[in-house]
């Protein structure tokens, strides 16, 4: 079983930064594929951002891409998340989200491709 718990949510103004971390517990994290979703009330929680395990490889959703960061390091068992320029449209609930079995695609797009799910932080940008 593998327990992740987001961080670093919170309320910004857009054009500003956040961000999010990710941390796991056990001792396999560096064997994950990890990913980050969100999920604005009423709608399917979508795909953000995946990286593989060593995180060499990275996939963003293009409504994020050139804005966001996804990141991890393996010896603090941490995955994060940088977003800059925000917008009021990347307001949402934002969860992270580990791949067992499939380590270095990273190209982890669908939710059924995930194992293990956080609680979720709100991320809230105002005009």
């Known amino acids: 079983q593998v327990v992740l718990v987001e961080s670093g949510g919170g309320l910004v103004q857009a054009g500003d930064s956040l961000r999010l971390s990710c941390v796991a517990s056990?001792?396999?994290?560096?064997?994950?594929?990890m990913g980050w979703f969100r999920q604005v009330p009423g709608k399917e929680r979508e795909f953000v951002s995946s990286?593989?395990?060593?995180?060499?490889?990275?996939y963003y959703s293009d409504s994020v891409k050139g804005r966001f960061t996804a990141s991890r390091d393996n010896a603090k068992n941490t995955a994060y998340l940088e977003m800059n320029n925000l917008k009021v449209t990347d307001t949402a609930v934002y969860y992270c989200?580990?791949?067992?079995?499939?380590?270095?695609?990273?190209?982890?797009?669908?939710?059924?491709?995930?194992?293990?799910w956080g609680q979720g932080t709100q991320v809230t940008v105002s005009s």
């Open positions: 056990g001792r396999s994290f560096s064997n994950y594929g």
């Open positions: 990286m593989s395990a060593t995180g060499g490889n990275t």
């Open positions: 989200a580990a791949v067992v079995g499939d380590s270095y695609s990273g190209s982890y797009y669908y939710e059924n491709q995930y194992h293990y």
